[in-house]
T-cell receptor, first 115, second 114 residues
């Protein structure tokens, strides 16, 4: 299947700092990518849809000024958690749909810990 | 609105026995259904999907799922469970025919005992 990578796989930062997470589709192009958040032992919560060449679409209750999304190219989307706080600590997962297989593929996730 | 339900938080099965992880759906229109598996501290791995065609869908790692329109179900099955199948399984449905957005179930933890 298609491959989606995320970087970094884990990050620890101090409260108040910003953290950038990258999501790349390695062997296909994606005009759309999705960002999810997952709390321990819970399902995935869709945060936003990243759109190449236009603004991201945020789900209700997600602060767009806190979770900045940039879809710089057809293979790269970034999520920046600005002014991170301990409550932002979570597992962040991105995904990208492949048009050729009509299937969504997920990155391995990024574990964010804010101290 | 589209939704899927996974009624079991956890399923326990002995190695070598058949396993079933349940999923029911509620959609308007034709459902696009998916199963994903998640191992600890990892992203989701695609197992299989149903869009149209045969009701029995075969996927990765020996898994299969049966689409049942009358029961609005899409249960995941495997004839003989392995300890390595122990993981978190998610059923998902596409949120409409013209979007790639997925709606996920709450997940079912499968525990296979030796």
């Amino acid at each position: 299947g298609a491959v989606v990578s995320q970087h970094p796989s884990w990050v620890i930062c101090k409260s108040g700092t910003s953290v950038k997470i990258e999501c790349r589709s390695l062997d296909f192009q994606a005009t759309t990518m999705f960002w999810y958040r997952q709390f321990p032992k819970q399902s995935l919560m869709l945060m936003a849809t990243s759109n190449e060449g236009s603004k991201a679409t945020y789900e209700q209750g997600v602060e767009k000024d806190k979770f900045l999304i940039n879809h710089a190219s057809l293979t790269l989307s970034t999520l920046t958690v600005t002014s991170a706080h301990p409550e932002d600590s979570s597992f962040y997962i991105c995904s990208a749909p492949s048009e050729s297989t009509d299937t969504q593929y997920f990155g391995p996730g990024t574990r964010l810990t804010v101290l | 609105a589209q939704s899927v339900a996974q009624p079991e938080d956890q399923v326990n099965v002995a190695e070598g026995n058949p396993l079933t992880v349940k999923c029911t759906y509620s959609v308007s229109g034709n459902p696009y259904l998916f199963w994903y598996v998640q191992y600890p501290n990892r992203g989701l791995q695609f197992l299989l999907k149903y869009i149209t065609g045969d009701n029995l869908v075969k996927g990765s790692y020996g898994f299969e799922a049966e689409f049942n329109k009358s029961q609005t179900s899409f249960h995941l099955k495997k004839p003989s469970a392995l300890v390595s199948d122990s993981a978190l399984y998610f059923c998902a449905v596409r949120d409409g025919w013209n979007t790639d957005k997925l709606i996920f179930g709450t997940g079912t933890r499968l525990q296979v005992f030796p």
